[in-house]
């Protein structure tokens, strides 16, 4: 089973960025979707998720407007869409699948949202 998430860098405030999470080992199409962030000193907070099936979208509060989830089932793949991006958005973004009592984690990959 492998998550690898991809796409992270660095931007200046106002900025656009797209993550990808690429999927292996399971079958993704029955998963829910996730996305998490980690800033320094902070605990991991779920960001935005997509489910399996009817692919339902919903994001925390401080992301709505701005970050779209997206998920492509034939390429196995999850999108992070992030437009509008704040300083404060800077962190460390993982994929995460879900089905009931199982999970699996990627490696991460850092933004940092700075002029």
């Known amino acids: 089973v492998k998550l690898v998430e991809s796409g992270g860098g660095l931007v200046q405030p106002g900025g656009s960025l797209r993550l990808s999470c690429a999927a292996s080992g399971f079958t993704f199409s029955a998963y829910h979707m996730k996305w998490y962030r980690q800033a320094p000193g902070k605990e991991r907070e779920l960001v935005a998720v997509?489910?399996?099936?009817?692919?339902?979208?919903n994001y925390v509060d401080s992301v709505k407007g701005r970050f779209t989830i997206s998920r492509d089932n034939a390429r196995k793949t999850v999108y992070l869409q992030m437009n509008s991006l704040k300083p404060e958005d800077t962190a460390v973004y993982y994929c995460?699948?879900?089905?009931?009592?199982?999970?699996?984690w990627g490696q991460g990959t850092q933004v940092t949202v700075s002029s």
């Open positions: 997509i489910t399996s099936g009817a692919g339902s979208t």
């Open positions: 995460n699948a879900q089905l009931y009592g199982s999970g699996y």
